[in-house]
């Protein structure tokens, strides 16, 4: 079983940054993706940003593009969502999710076998 601990999220005004991390636990398990995906209220959860575990490959959509940057630290197992010039539009509740082995692209929810609890990320304007 894969334990996933998000931890970063929180309140900022327009046009500040937030940095969130990623934490997986567990044992002898596989990460091939990590992902992070957002849901705010009213809407379908979306995804974000992805990254392949080992080659480094990251997607983005077009949306947070230039302004949000993944990245992972392979020792720790953790990964990271850095964003800046933070708009109202990215209020969410923000998970990440880690996809064991390569099913499904990068981009798609269901790909991912574990998912975090979550983090509220609020942008005031």
């Known amino acids: 079983q894969v334990q996933l601990v998000e931890s970063g999220g929180g309140l900022v005004q327009a046009g500040g940054s937030l940095r969130l991390s990623c934490a997986a636990s567990g044992r002898a398990f596989t990460m091939y993706a990590m992902g992070w995906f957002r849901q705010a209220p009213g809407k379908e959860r979306e995804f974000v940003a992805g990254i392949t575990w080992s080659s480094g490959n990251t997607y983005y959509r077009d949306s947070v593009k230039g302004r949000f940057t993944i990245s992972r630290d392979n020792a720790k197992k953790t990964g990271y969502l850095q964003m800046n010039s933070l708009e109202p539009e990215d209020t969410a509740v923000y998970y990440c999710?880690?996809?064991?082995?390569?099913?499904?692209?990068?981009?798609?929810?269901?790909?991912?076998?574990?998912w975090g609890q979550g983090t509220q990320v609020t942008v005031s304007s």
């Open positions: 999710a880690v996809a064991a082995w390569a099913t499904m692209a990068v981009t798609s929810s269901s790909g991912y076998q574990h």
